[in-house]
């Protein structure tokens, strides 16, 4: 692995102030490109992040790389799933038609997508025109996920409201109006099964090793201690092998639920730690950004349900 939990603990501390995207990006690009792995790019973009945003937005890119290699390391990528109803199967609108000649045409909405407005790679979620899919006769709209470059003819990007914790990391509404994309920029196999239900436990095991690399660079920083920082140690290692486990197994889903409950006991020993630096812009900023640390909390509880019901079942 490029880059070992051990390093961490010997890699210095100092990282500069980044308040934009444009500040952030460069320095994530060109450690990725170090990192090789995607596992490695989360611990390093998370532990050169200066703030939560940064560390989410690394977690996020790594783990897009980990759902799909081929991405290109050099440009912002996005995942493109909620539209206007919701994000479940039933509910997506946009359509990918087949044109007559060999290309795709894509039309519909996306209304919240994460670095949309730098964006240069978009994986889009969208209904094949007249196809559909599914087991145990619950049928539903066949998904496929495109890859739509940034600058396609006929999209547009338009810049949503800023949250009120994560500001920094900017979202955007998607539109498209008759986007052409070769049929080879449809990637294989089914949307849902194979890219948007696997992204939910990527993306939260991925997420939670960048923002836990994080908090390891302010620990050593501050010289928080000692034993706080061999917990975040050794949760990392969890979740580096976690990271790289099938997404789609129940055994995975069960265990993941343990770790982001052991990274939540961390959290809430680093709200006290923050605590101590009242006055410090890095604690305020902390304190500002802790509601990302429960958004989709439901969602994973649902799923940690589901996971124990398969187990039972096969058991």
Same mark, same amino acid.
């Given at each position: ?232 140690? /050794?949760?990392?290692?969890? *979740?580096? +092998?976690?990271? %790289? @486990?099938?997404? !789609?197994? =129940? #055994?995975?889903?069960? $265990?993941? &639920?343990?770790?982001? /409950?052991?990274?939540?006991? *961390?959290? +809430?020993?680093? %709200? @006290?730690?923050? !605590?101590? =630096? #009242?006055?410090?812009? $890095?604690? &305020? ?7 990302? *640390? ?22």
């Amino acid at each position: 692995m490029p880059l070992p939990i051990a390093d961490l603990l010997y890699a210095p501390t100092r990282v500069p102030p980044r308040d934009t995207v444009e500040a952030w990006w460069p320095r994530w690009r060109d450690g990725a490109a170090r990192a090789g792995t995607p596992v490695a790019m989360a611990l390093r973009g998370g532990f050169d992040a200066d703030r939560v945003g940064w560390a989410f937005a690394s977690g996020y890119q790594a783990a897009l790389r980990r759902l799909h290699p081929a991405l290109p390391a050099a440009v912002v990528a996005a995942l493109c799933v909620t539209e206007e109803a919701s994000n479940r199967p039933r509910d997506i609108a946009t359509r990918f038609t087949p044109q007559p000649d060999g290309s795709v045409r894509i039309d519909g909405a996306k209304r919240w997508t994460t670095l949309g407005p730098h964006s240069g790679c978009l994986l889009v979620v969208g209904a094949m025109a007249g196809a559909t899919a599914g087991a145990d006769g619950a049928e539903r709209p066949l998904l496929k996920v495109a890859v739509v470059p940034g600058n396609a003819a006929g999209l547009s990007i338009a810049p949503q409201h800023d949250l009120r914790f994560v500001p920094e990391v900017p979202h955007a509404r998607l539109v498209l109006s008759g986007v052409r994309v070769d049929a080879a920029a449809l990637l294989a196999g089914d949307g849902y099964d194979d890219y948007v239900k696997p992204f939910r436990t990527i993306e939260d095991a991925f997420v939670a090793l960048a923002l836990l690399a994080y908090l390891l660079r302010e620990a050593r920083a501050r010289d928080w201690p000692a034993a706080f920082v061999e917990r975040l140690c /050794a949760l990392l290692e969890a *979740l580096c +092998a976690l990271a %790289d @486990a099938d997404a !789609a197994a =129940a #055994a995975t889903h069960v $265990a993941l &639920a343990g770790a982001l /409950a052991w990274a939540r006991q *961390l959290y +809430a020993e680093a %709200d @006290a730690l923050w !605590a101590q =630096a #009242a006055h410090d812009a $890095a604690a &305020a900023r902390w304190r500002r950004d802790a509601p990302l *640390l429960q958004v989709a909390a439901k969602l994973r509880e649902l799923r940690t349900q589901r996971a124990w019901q398969r187990l039972r079942a096969a058991g």
